[in-house]
């Protein structure tokens, strides 16, 4: 498989790319520097607070936003946001609709009734619009202080997220773009759920697994050693090409003013600089090219290797595009 990845010119281009974008994020801290005495090295410097966006310099490589926020610092520690945002996103949902879905498939009867209709009820609401609707709601519920599990659950979140210490109190900053991944996880997982629960209901009575049950094999070592390794794969390219996506809603989450604050070294929140500037795009055009170019190359490095791990794992699928 690695083979096949690396001689393929499209997966080669992918790879290449998040290479790219891995050095970039691992080398932040030498190739843009954070200010002396920054207490958040995520929080873009200013150069004055002129309203009017500046164009690019010696001083200012890529120019400069609305508020004389560097372009170039956020596009640098931006994508070590994109990363984060995107694989902590990619895990929870392949955990939580992994786990639903299999569970369904393997018992069926009540239990898989029960799972299934939830899961079609989330699936029921637009996802961009519910994840919305969520992320303003727990910004509230948050802001009042009357979080109860919800805090908890951030507090949990903030530690696998930020390596945040769950006996501290959750910084503000943290807790906004903690709101936006979750909103965007608890509607993000019923594809990876009933894609294993196809796959495991087509598995489930062949011959190797009815010879694990006769020799008296668990019902947990069935599913979780004979069953859901060999059913895993199409969850694992949808994945695959999930990241880039979950990284462009978040992006857009944080356009809007609900993914992560203001000045902090997002994409999506640096584009959001520029909606004063739309008529005037053909004098400013750097405020939208750069960021956007960042996002269009990010989500594109992980959809050409997705597609070649497409072709690769399920055969069945090659030469298909949205086939899962």
């Known amino acids: 498989m690695i083979k096949k990845l690396l001689t393929n010119p499209t997966s080669l ?6 290479l790219a974008f891995i050095f970039i994020a691992a080398a932040a801290p030498w190739i843009a520097p954070p200010p002396e005495n920054a207490r958040d090295p995520y929080m873009i410097p200013r150069d004055g607070f002129s309203s009017t966006p ?3 310099s010696e001083i200012h490589p890529l120019g400069t936003t609305e508020g004389q926020y560097d372009i170039y610092y956020g596009i640098v520690w931006g994508t070590r946001t994109a ?16 786990s639903i879905g299999s569970f369904a498939a393997y018992y069926g009867g009540w239990i898989d009734e029960v799972l299934m209709r939830i899961t079609e009820i989330f699936q029921a609401f637009p996802f961009l619009l519910a994840a919305i609707t969520l992320s303003s709601v727990l910004q509230t519920i948050y802001g009042r202080g009357e979080a109860g599990f919800l805090m ?4 949990g979140l903030a530690l696998i997220t930020f390596g945040h210490d ?3 109190t959750l910084d503000p900053i943290q807790l906004q773009i903690l709101t936006g991944i979750l909103a965007i996880i608890s509607f993000g997982w019923m594809t990876n759920a009933r894609v294993i629960r196809g796959n ?22 069935i599913l979780f050693r004979h069953l859901l390794p060999n059913a895993v794969f199409p969850v694992i390219v ?3 090409m999930n990241i880039g996506a979950y990284v462009l809603n978040f992006a857009a989450l944080s356009f809007l003013g609900l993914g992560a604050q203001r000045g902090y070294a997002d994409w999506g929140q640096m584009i959001n600089f520029a909606r004063n500037w739309i008529p005037s795009l053909a004098e400013h055009w750097h405020i939208v090219a750069f960021p956007g170019m960042a996002i269009v190359l990010f989500v594109l490095a992980w959809n050409l290797v997705g597609d070649v791990l497409r072709d690769t794992l399920d055969p069945r699928l090659r030469g298909t595009r949205g086939g899962i």
């Open 13 to 18: 281009a992918g790879i290449l790319l998040l």
């Open 54 to 56: 500046a164009s690019p």
């Open 238 to 240: 949808i994945a695959s």
């Open 152 to 155: 908890f659950l951030a507090k």
């Open 166 to 168: 769950p006996s501290q």
């Open 83 to 98: 990363f984060r945002v995107g694989v902590v996103i990619t895990i929870f949902t392949l955990v939580i609709g992994l």
């Open 200 to 221: 495991i209901m087509a598995i489930r009575d062949l011959e190797y697994a009815l010879a694990a049950r006769t020799i008296g094999a668990g019902n947990m070592r």
